[in-house]
């Protein structure tokens, strides 16, 4: 999140000499980035995880559209609706991805690279909804910002998603973690969820591993 910078009222004169003495810094060079390295995170996991690797190709909504809540919730605060469920990246952009999939310990991690035609607006969740509740007939659940990683020069923003259902056969309680990172026409997103093992207890997600492929996989990209 940006801070408000103190403005310093100048005479005209003293504005022009500063703009002409000053060039701004010059904005970093992607030309060598390359979506498709994100397929190396896949070296960091241990034998006993399954491993999968997709693309680069066109972009896939399944991997990208965030997971739709039914209509008739009610939000807490009510204006955060829209931040609650807005997608990563907004419906119709065009452009390319790639992603690599590791299941294991209990738990899957998606990291995905994606390249867009244009730069798209990041979703920075004001003070207000930072933590944001809902409800509804027979669910409720929160969606609130966690900690991400600082990487130098890349915008990221991280997630927490918490959502309660109820069953003919009990409650069921399903999360998701989301961290993204935005940099140019680039954007790397890492998932983490925990996965429904039989007579298993649901396994704790590592959100350590899930910052650090964050940074290993903008690295990656940028080459």
Do not use: W
Request: proline fraction near 7%.
């Amino acid at each position: 999140m940006s801070n408000a910078g103190k403005y310093l009222a100048l005479p005209v004169a003293a504005v022009v000499g500063l703009s002409t003495a000053c060039n701004a810094a010059p904005a970093e060079d992607f030309s060598k980035a390359d979506i498709a390295r994100v397929a190396e995170v896949k070296s960091g996991f241990a034998p006993s995880y399954t491993v999968n690797t997709v693309g680069p190709a066109a972009l896939d909504p399944r991997f990208l559209t965030a997971q739709k809540l039914p209509p008739g919730l009610t939000f807490d605060p009510q204006d955060c609706a829209k931040s609650a469920t807005e997608n990563t990246v907004p419906e119709g952009v065009k452009g390319n991805m790639a992603a690599t999939t590791a299941e294991g310990d209990g738990v899957r991690y998606i990291v995905i690279a994606v390249e867009t035609s244009d730069a798209v607006p990041v979703n920075t969740p004001s003070d207000q909804c930072r933590k944001v509740t809902f409800t509804g007939a027979g669910m409720r659940g929160l969606v609130e910002v966690v900690e991400a990683p600082a990487v130098d020069g890349v915008t990221t923003v991280g997630t927490h998603r918490v959502l309660q259902t109820v069953t003919e056969e009990g409650p069921r309680t399903g999360e998701l973690y989301n961290y993204v990172a935005t940099f140019g026409n680039f954007i790397v997103i890492v998932t983490a969820n925990p996965l429904v093992v039989a007579d298993k207890p649901v396994a704790r997600i590592d959100t350590q591993r899930a910052r650090d492929l964050v940074t290993q996989a903008v690295g990656l990209v940028k080459g």
